[in-house]
Antibody, heavy 122, light 106 residues
């Protein structure tokens, strides 16, 4: 079964850090680009970050640039999101999402994890 | 940044009715526009990619159209499982952005 499973969410104080992980199974992870997308409680979807298969092209939303870092380990079938200097407005469910690239289209997210909740609060 | 504006915010409809959801881009995105469905407590699901192509397993009652700045997701006859929130998303330039969503409710 094709699957993405996120972990690492939790409660953190403003200014703190958190590292999210997403483990893939059921497909050849190393051949797919990956993304993080978040959703604040009761709000819409916001794309956060993107990484290519070889980590040679990385993109961020302006709202997280300079604070968040995406990375991947193809040997571990995992993608990560290091989040520093967290703010109240970073509170959201964070989804990792597979970029369908050649399957459908670039930057169409065809497989999603269940999400992990990050709460930034004092 | 490309701003995607979806309208209306909420639609109240009955099973069996047809509906067209609108997504308007602040600048041309060509045909680089995708549509997703999200039900409560679930992750989004890809429905349509590149404006008019159905993803695998998506029922034929879902169709997408448009190009440039104006796009539509049409559901020909609503089934009970279609009541959800629908989002559009472009892939034309960085950053990728989503519309704010249209809720289709009973």
């Amino acid at each position: 079964e094709v699957q993405l499973v996120e972990s690492g969410g939790g409660l953190v104080q403003p200014g703190g850090s958190l590292r999210l992980s997403c483990v893939a199974s059921g497909f050849t992870f190393s051949t797919y680009r990956m993304n993080w997308v978040r959703q604040a409680p009761g709000k819409g979807l916001e794309w956060v970050s993107y990484i290519t298969t070889g980590s040679d092209d990385i993109q961020y939303a302006d709202s997280v640039k300079g604070r968040f870092t995406i990375s991947r380990d193809n040997a571990q079938n995992s993608v990560f999101l290091q989040m520093n200097s967290l703010r109240d407005e970073d509170t959201a469910v964070y989804y990792c999402a597979r970029d369908s690239s050649g399957t459908y289209s670039y930057h169409a997210f065809d497989i999603w994890g269940h999400g992990t909740l990050v709460t930034v609060s004092s | 940044e490309v701003i995607l504006t979806q309208s209306p915010a909420t639609l109240s409809l009955s099973p069996g009715q047809g509906v067209s959801l609108s997504c308007r881009a602040s600048q041309s995105v060509g045909s680089y526009l995708h549509w997703y469905q999200q039900k409560p407590g679930q992750a989004p699901r890809l429905l349509i990619y590149d404006a008019s192509n159905r993803a695998t397993g998506v029922p034929a009652r879902f169709s997408g159209s448009g190009s440039g700045t104006d796009f539509f997701l049409t559901i020909s006859r609503l089934e009970p499982e279609d009541f959800a929130v629908y989002y559009c998303q472009h892939r034309a330039v960085w950053p990728l952005t989503f519309g704010q969503g249209t809720k289709v409710e009973i």
